[in-house]
């Protein structure tokens, strides 16, 4: 399995920005579907934001989209969460995570927890109001 390291949480206020970063181990990356997932306290863990392998092509929640943009930098495993125009209710743990895509349309129609196998551990962001 894929070894995922992220980072880049913290506080900040409402209307501010955080970048995330997922680093991945040694693996063929592009071969990789890549996530991130996050988990407010009491709620189940929700898809934010996914990569297509291969193309690389991004997919959102209705939550994020238009305020987050995930993108990769193959030459150093990591994948970036670039959030903006941040909202208290954004405040959660966020996780990364990675799998070779067991279908075609992984991220295209959507993606679950139960699509990914490697998982980071985890890093807060709090949204302050």
């Known amino acids: 399995d894929v070894q995922l390291q992220a980072s880049g949480g913290g506080l900040v206020q409402a209307g501010g920005s955080l970048r995330l970063s997922c680093a991945a181990s040694?693996?063929?990356?592009?071969?990789?579907?890549i996530a991130w997932f996050r988990q407010a306290p009491g709620k189940e863990r929700e898809g934010v934001s996914c990569?297509?392998?291969?193309?690389?092509?991004?997919y959102y929640s209705d939550s994020v989209k238009g305020r987050f943009t995930i993108s990769s930098d193959s030459a150093k495993n990591t994948v970036y969460l670039q959030m903006n125009s941040l909202k208290p209710e954004d405040t959660a743990v966020y996780y990364c995570?990675?799998?070779?895509?067991?279908?075609?349309?992984?991220?295209?129609?959507?993606?679950?927890?139960?699509?990914?196998?490697?998982w980071g551990q985890g890093t807060q962001v709090t949204v302050s109001s």
């Open positions: 990569l297509t392998s291969s193309d690389r092509k991004p």
């Open positions: 995570a990675a799998d070779i895509p067991l279908y075609t349309d992984l991220c295209r129609t959507s993606w679950g927890t139960e699509d990914f196998g490697s």
């Open positions: 040694d693996v063929t990356f592009d071969d990789y579907a």
